[in-house]
Structure formats: C-alpha cells, structure tokens
C-alpha cells in the first residue's frame, strides 16, 4: 500500500471517528423516542442541525489540516529521507539528509548524517586499500595501451565476436577519414569502444584468418600471424595482419579446461589505397615504354644492319635508312620524355617520404647547424601550420652541406632560416648577406656528395631534390644586400590529420582515446529487453530546436550524442553537429542555446545529418532526458529521410521520478545536483548529453537497488509514471 493510498484512508477515518459518534447516538435515540418524541426531536434537529453540522464541517476541516501537515512531516519527509539515504549509499556518498520538519524527523536526520560520515570515513580506507591493490595492474594496462598507441599503424583490439576493445589514435586517423558522410560529421563513427569491427572489415576474411591462426597454434607453428588485404565499403584497400590474444593458464583453469587458447585478436591495419594506386601508375609507366619502344627498336635495328652489311649502299638509300634511325629516335625520345612528365609522382614515390611539420624540420636543421658548425643560426616568417612531404634527415642533412659550403668559402657569420608556402608548394629559404654565389659554384655544389663534418653520405643536393620532386634555387635580394638558396619541396597531402583536427572534440596526440580489458567478457551487444542494465551499450543524445513545437514546423538545428559501454561514458566518440534548419530561428530561443543565425548558416541540413547520427546509434539504446521532445523530432522526418529510430528509449526524467517520487523537482539540473554530477555546458546538445549521459549511469545501480535489472523492467518501471503520459 503506497502512501496516497494510505492517507486516503486516513481521511476516511477521521471523517468517520469525527461524524460516527454522532450519527450512531442519534440513530440510538431514534429507535427509543416514540412518536410524539420523534416529532420533537426533529424540531429540534431542524433548529440546531445547521450549527452543529457546521461546527463538525470546521472541525473536520482543522483534522484534515492537521493530518495532512502530520503526513507531509512525518511520512513523507521519511520517505524523502529514505530517498536521500539511498542516494547517499549509491550514487552520492557526499550527499547530506536536509534537516527539515518536527524536532524527531530532525535528530533522525542527524543520525543518518552521522552515520553517512562514519561510512564514508571507513569507504576511504577501504577504497584507498583497494587502490593500492589496482596500482599495479592499472599500471600494466596503460604500458600496454601507450605501447599500442605509439605504432605507426593503426591498432585495433578485439574480443572473439569482434567488439572493439582498444584502438590506438592512428585507428582512428585511418577510419574517421573511411567513415561515410560530410567531413565534418563523419565524427568516427565506424569505430567505438564495444562496436563492430565487422563494420569495416569483411567478417568471412577475419574468420578465415582466425581460423588459419587456430590451425597454426594447434600444430605448435611459431607463426601464429595471419595476414590479408580487404576493401572497405567506400572502395579504400586495407592491409591488416592479425595476432592472437591468447588465454593465461589460471583464465584456462578458470574456463574449465576449455581447448580454446583464444580470447581475441589485435589487428594492425594499414591503408594501402594510395600505394596501390602509385605500383599501379608504375606499371601502367613501364607498359607503355615497352609498348611503344618496342616497335621503334626494331625500324631502328633494321636500319642500322641494312647500313653494316651495305657499305656501298647508293646514297639516296643511306639517306632513307638514316631518316628512318633519326625519325624513330626522336619518337622515342618524345614518348620518353611525355611518359616522364606525365608519370613524375609516380617515379618519385618509391624514395619512402613522410608527412612532417615544416618548423619542426627547421629547427632541427638550425640545431645541427649549431651543434656542428658553430653557426649562428636565425628564424623569420615561420608559417608554423605548414606541413612538407619529405625525408627530414637527407633535408636536414643538405641544409647542414650548403651552410658548411658557405661557411668555408665565403666566411659567412649567420645563417637565416625562412618557411612559407605557395599553392601546393613549401619553400625553405636558407639566408645570408655577404658576397653572392655564382651559377657555377651552385652547379659544383649540386653535384658533390654531402660531406659534412665527418659524416660521408653518397647524395647529393641534386638526388635530394629529385626523391622530393622539388628543386634548389639560388636567388639574390639586391635592395637588402642579401642572396638565398631557395629549397622547393611539395606540401604534405595529408588528409586523414585535417580531417580530424576539423572534428570537434577531436584529439591530435597519440595516446589511445580508449581500452576497456574487460569487454574481453562482453558478448554480443544486440538489444535485448532481458539483457541487464550493465550489459547494453547506450547512446545518450540531446537536441536544440527552433522551438518547443515540433508538430508546428520547428526544426532541429543542433544535435550532440555520446555513446556508453560497460559504465563508461566515452567522450570521445561523440557526434556534435550544428544543423541547418532552413528556416528562421526564434530570437527567443536564441540567448538559451547561443547558437546563431551566422552559426547555422552553410550548415549541413537534416537530410544530411541525420543518416550519420543513425549509424552513430545502431545496435544501441536510446537515453535522453525528456526523450519524448527529442523523438518526437526524429519521428516527424521519418517519411523525409526513411530512417526509423525503432531501439528501446530511456528517458532520465521518467527514470527520476521512479526513483525519486517524493522529491519535487525532476529537471536535469535538479537530479544532477542530488547525484553529486558538476553540470557543465548546459543549454548546448552535447554538454545536456554529457550530463545526462553521467545521470543515467549514476542511476543504474539505484535501479538496481529497486530490482529493477533489466532493460524490459526498467521500461515498464518508466512506463507507469505521470510524466509518460506527456505527449508533443
């Protein structure tokens, strides 16, 4: 019996024990008055009836206040207290009960205030106990994460039904830049913490290499390595090798002596379109000058054994074969020379060069210099964004030989460095005043190995330039007095670092974003209505519109979405889009959520957005706060876009008021605030999802303390409050 019910009947009984009394007496009396008395007495009813039924009215009115103070105090300010101490043991240990009402709801107040100092007091000695324990394991998981994460290929870790576990930043890199959709919405989305890796390699081929591995190891091989090439579904060749993660001898004993050594997989992937597509530009190269010098080889071989064998031949015929000889080779000579322009890139993509920060590459060179030849060294007009294809230690290395030539044959005192770019070229100047250097001196240098301090190298400045498919200019500043070499080097193309770097929230170093070790255990994450809360994998997103009305036109005009696996909210797999609503904001709605009629425009449109944001979603639960709002949002584009959002939805608002029903207020700042959660970027979709994100989890175990364990209970639980019943 809830506590409605219960003051319910107490009214009733206070009615009854304030107009029983009466009515029984009168109902005595009846029965004993005969009937001259009975007309008596109903004249006398009729004369002080009305005062004495008023005088029961205020009285029962005065009883009625005061059983209803008396219940607000004393029954519900304990059941507020009970939730208070819920929170206070789950999800909030510094969360105090509010010393409210009479004077003994108020000392038990105290005593649970004390009691919660107490528990915490022991909670930190046993916590600090514990992480004294976790130090040393915790310590072994980051080694391996950063070892992971300092590769140069991308990384990926994962458990036998192909959930990712880890993935290191270069995974990242390479499938953001896979990932379909605008640039600025692919957010990563084919890559997550607990997601499919089948999402983006062929499965048949991941089992067939974990089937190969299987056979090698039950046969003692040593090479327990699979390797194979992939295509992605946006056509990008992919070169993964794969090792096994195989069981320790204790998780052996623990399985039960299970054959299966296996517990997963780390793959190393590589991207090997552009490769590719450069051996296939240098065979395409090496087709066409064996196709077309073929024939002209053998006009000009005819020729010249025609000539050998006739020494008298009449000079009109010589003259024949000659032109012959002379017209074939001047054919191949120009099929020659267009194959090597039109090919160039293609032939200097063998020499292994890197995307490297320019200024990094400068001030390498100016330490070198420094360091070897004692040469003072300046910088001016650095772009520090510039980014150059290139060898950094063979430039290095021929910057160091031109300052050391100067040096020694024109004494000079200091040594100016200058970085810029124009169009798709960088130049590195290299400055000096002083005496010029002449076009013979250059052309020398050019062609003179790099020798530079002792250290022998075979290069030189021309072969440098050439693996770069730049060049060496020497120019003079009249009017300062000053000359420069001029190093010409192309701009790095280096797409997948921009991509990101565009991404909000996105991350440049190289540390992994995430590694959860226990999702080794974590099976398959299909939605289950019976799976338990703690198993399911949940996106928590949140909207801004043009206005509260969805029904009458508004749009949605920014959406933010977070994904949580295994009591984790993942911060980093995010999607923050601004949208273009194609329609004017309310000026009203503006000062709420800050976003601008400038900010919208140019904007990817809802069409566009919301196909992303619905992979970003798959195989997950739906949470919001006030989920019905931003449904029904969503539901009204499903004719528009044919996208359904048909997985389950929890709303933390309903989820609040089951398990908070006797406190007053239920919005997101109100629920945060008793769960001890910092709210930070309110009013923006990302930071309400952020934050209700944090709420849900924290609620988790309050519902389980309520058994409520599953994702179908805690939908049910949801379904039956007052606040289910708002339609939009």
């Not at 107490?10 to 009615?15: E, Y």
């Not at 004294?132 to 994460?145: D, G, P, Q, Y």
């Not at 794969?242 to 069981?247: H, N, Q």
Request: aromatic letters at 6%.
């Amino acid at each position: 019996m809830n506590a409605k019910t219960r003051f319910a009947l107490a009214v009733v009984m206070l009615g009854l024990l304030m107009t029983g009394p009466f009515l029984l007496t009168v109902g005595v009396l009846w029965a004993d008055l005969g009937a001259d008395e009975r007309a008596g007495f109903l004249a006398a009813m009729d004369r002080w009836l009305p005062i004495g039924g008023l005088i029961t009215i205020v009285a029962l009115i005065l009883g009625l206040q005061l059983l209803r103070a008396l219940f607000r105090q004393y029954v519900q300010g304990l059941m507020a207290m009970a939730e208070t101490l819920r929170l206070m043991l789950g999800a909030n240990r510094n969360f105090r009960v509010t010393l409210d009402g009479p004077p003994e709801v108020q000392e038990l107040a105290r005593a649970a205030n004390d009691l919660a100092q107490q528990r915490d007091a022991l909670l930190g000695d046993v916590e600090a106990q514990i992480g004294e324990a976790k130090a040393s394991v915790e310590a072994e998981k980051n080694r391996l994460a950063a070892l992971m994460s300092e590769l140069a290929l991308g990384v990926v870790v994962c458990n036998l039904d192909g959930r990712i576990l880890l993935y290191n930043n270069r995974a990242r890199l390479q499938f953001v830049a896979l990932a379909q959709g605008p640039t600025s919405m692919s957010g990563g989305a084919l890559i997550g913490l607990g997601r499919s890796i089948f999402s983006i390699l062929e499965r048949a081929q991941v089992a067939h290499a974990l089937e190969n591995i299987r056979q090698r190891l039950q046969k003692g091989s040593a090479e327990s390595v699979a390797h194979f090439i992939t295509t992605t579904r946006t056509g990008q060749l992919l070169r993964a090798q794969m090792a096994p993660v195989l069981r320790t001898e204790a998780e052996g004993l623990a399985a039960g002596g299970d054959d299966c050594r296996i517990t997963g997989y780390v793959l190393t992937i590589e991207n090997i379109t552009k490769s590719f597509e450069r051996e296939a530009q240098r065979d395409q190269v090496l087709q066409q000058l064996t196709d077309g010098s073929r024939a002209a080889l053998g006009n000009i071989r005819a020729a010249v054994e025609n000539l050998i064998e006739s020494p008298d031949m009449e000079p009109a015929f010589r003259e024949r074969f000659l032109g012959v000889i002379d017209d074939e080779t001047r054919r191949m000579s120009e099929r020659l020379g267009k194959t090597m322009n039109d090919f160039a890139d293609s032939l200097k993509t063998r020499w292994p060069l890197e995307d490297v920060l320019g200024i990094d590459v400068v001030a390498a060179a100016q330490r070198r210099i420094e360091d070897r030849l004692k040469l003072a060294t300046k910088s001016e007009s650095l772009d520090d964004a510039l980014w150059i294809r290139a060898d950094s230690f063979t430039l290095i290395q021929a910057m160091t030989f031109l300052a050391s030539r100067l040096q020694d044959h024109y004494d000079i005192r200091e040594l100016r460095f200058r970085l810029l770019a124009e169009g798709k070229m960088a130049f590195i100047d290299l400055i000096w005043s002083g005496t010029p250097v002449s076009s013979e001196t250059l052309y020398t240098w050019e062609l003179e190995p790099m020798h530079v301090a002792g250290e022998v190298s075979p290069l030189t400045l021309r072969d440098m330039a050439e693996r770069h498919g730049g060049e060496i200019w020497y120019q003079r500043d009249k009017a300062a007095h000053r000359a420069y070499f001029r190093l010409v080097l192309p701009v790095a193309d280096t797409p997948e670092v921009q991509h990101v770097e565009s991404l909000p929230h996105a991350r440049s170093e190289s540390r992994p974003e995430y590694y959860d070790f226990d999702l080794f255990n974590f099976s398959d994450t299909r939605i289950d209505l019976d799976r338990k809360l703690t198993e399911v994998a949940y996106s928590v997103f949140d909207t801004e519109t043009t206005g509260l009305e969805p029904s009458a036109g508004d749009e949605i005009i920014q959406i933010g979405a977070v994904r949580a696996i295994n009591g984790r909210l993942l911060r980093q797999e995010v999607i923050d889009q601004i949208i273009d609503p194609r329609r004017p904001l309310k000026p009203e709605g503006i000062p709420i959520h800050g976003i601008t009629e400038d900010m919208v425009r140019g904007q990817p449109t809802i069409d566009v957005v919301l196909p992303v944001f619905h992979e970003f979603c798959a195989d997950t639960v739906l949470v919001a706060h006030n989920a019905a709002f931003d449904m029904r949002f969503l539901q009204l584009k499903q004719e528009s876009t044919g996208l359904v959002f048909d997985q389950p939805v929890l709303d933390t608002l309903l989820l609040s008021a089951v398990i908070h029903p006797n406190q007053e207020s239920h919005r997101l700042e109100a629920i945060a605030e008793r769960l001890g959660i910092n709210v930070i970027g309110r009013h923006t979709a990302l930071g309400d999802a952020f934050v209700t994100g944090e709420v849900f989890l924290k609620m988790v175990p309050l519902l389980a303390d309520m058994g409520i364990h599953t994702l179908r209970e805690a939908l049910a639980a949801a379904e039956q409050t007052y606040y289910a019943r708002v339609k939009y």
